[in-house]
């Protein structure tokens, strides 16, 4: 392999772009060379902003030559074609969460990398910050004693609100199951262990919803997906969670992912974040001060940065012949526990989750995005 930074490119360039180019031009270790949209001026307006050299179609991107990694930020539904196509090109590929919108096609996908020799990563990328690695570290080495169970809650009135082109998110593929629950999920697999089986209960909170900025303020759209989810999982290692999932809810809870233990409950900073601070609650001696837990914080080690963590982690992982943190089937095996999740709203009973994952590695605390290694 090249001792060199990695050629990436991307494909979509839509609202989420803009996170993953503040982050990836800015890491020596990536080389951000094409962006591709089937809207070539968007990403020709991308372009012109990050100094990306060439934008051009999704094709632009997949025969550049000096692309060795493609970025699929397209919509759920769109996950898998282009991941694939970037593996029939012959490049390593980061897909946004969803892996795909069925087991049948994300399993496709993971059986064509591996026949190509490429690789596949999945976001969220989130569990790579050091807020939830120094949450994890704080997990392993015993801090709150023996975890026994999670609760996580993410509900707000949902992403019409702010999105001008919201449908897809509630559409086949979408959802606050399919949305927002891989940042949870994942979060979960990486304290836990792998999931074993799940029950949800969920309904729709309406059947039509209105757009609400944008071009197209006050056009109406079906929503074809639950968007209020509860559920709960039971892990391989026995402990177990509850979880809310809801684009219903009038007053907003997001970011809650809590553990409790036998020595203490680990407050761990919203997972869809890559910053925040981590907190251990442990109850006082008396009754008369259980509203008053006793609160101590664990510093946050390592450096500050966001999305494309995980594009970083897989550039250097290659180049090194060493596996990278987000895998295919990290991704493939929290896609099976969500989908799972939304079989069992619709089937009202448990549901068990066929696939399974190793331990998820650490980041190494003295990693550095911002430094030049390849």
């Known amino acids: 392999m090249s001792a060199a930074p990695m050629g990436v490119g991307i ?7 803009t996170k993953y180019l503040d982050n990836l031009t800015t890491f020596p270790d990536i080389k951000v060379v094409a962006l591709g949209d089937l809207d070539v001026s968007r990403a020709a307006a991308q372009a012109e902003k990050y100094g990306v050299p060439v934008a051009g179609t999704p094709e632009d991107v ?20 282009v991941s694939l196509a970037a593996v029939e090109a012959g ?5 946004e969460k969803p892996i795909g919108v069925n087991r049948e096609e994300a399993q496709q996908l993971l059986t064509a ?44 009135v949902g992403p019409d609100l702010f999105h001008p082109a919201p449908e897809f998110l509630f559409g086949f593929g979408g959802g606050p199951v399919a949305d927002m629950g891989p940042y949870y999920m994942s979060a979960m697999v ?33 929503v074809e997906v639950p968007t209020h989810v509860q559920a709960i999982a039971q892990f391989e290692s026995g402990m177990t969670s509850q979880s809310v999932f809801s684009f219903d809810s009038h007053i907003a809870r997001t970011g809650i992912l809590e553990v409790i233990g036998t020595e203490g409950t680990l407050v761990i900073p919203d997972p869809n974040r890559f910053v ?9 001696e008396k009754y ?23 594009v970083l982690d897989m550039a250097r992982s290659i180049r090194a012949g060493l596996p990278h943190i987000a895998t295919g089937e990290l991704g493939y095996h929290v896609f099976d526990a969500l989908m799972s999740i939304e079989e069992s709203v619709a089937l ?27």
Not at 359 to 373: K, S
Request: negative net charge; proline residues 7%; hydrophobic residues 45%.
């Open 276 to 284: 925040g601070e981590v907190r251990i609650a442990r109850a006082p």
């Open 348 to 374: 009202g009973q448990f549901v068990d989750v066929a696939s399974t994952v190793g331990v998820v590695p650490l980041v190494p605390e003295d990693r550095d995005p911002f430094a030049a290694t390849l």
């Open 11 to 17: 494909i979509g360039t839509g609202m989420i772009s």
């Open 288 to 310: 008369e001060d259980l509203d008053t837990p006793l609160w101590s914080t664990v510093e946050n080690v390592g450096i500050e940065s966001g999305r494309g963590l995980g």
């Open 113 to 156: 990398a591996d026949a190509a020799g490429v690789r596949v990563g999945i976001a969220p990328d989130t569990i790579l910050g050091p807020a939830f690695q120094t949450a994890l570290r704080a997990l392993r080495r015993g801090d709150i004693g023996v975890p026994l169970s999670a609760q996580t809650t993410m509900q707000y």
């Open 190 to 222: 990486n304290l836990f262990g792998p999931v074993a089986r799940v029950a949800g209960v969920g309904l729709k909170g309406r059947e039509k919803r209105t757009i609400l900025v944008g071009d197209r303020l006050g056009s109406a759209f079906d």
């Open 91 to 95: 490049k390593h590929v980061w897909s």
């Open 62 to 81: 997949l025969t550049h030559p000096d692309v060795e990694l493609v970025i699929n930020l397209t919509i759920p539904v769109a996950h898998v074609p």
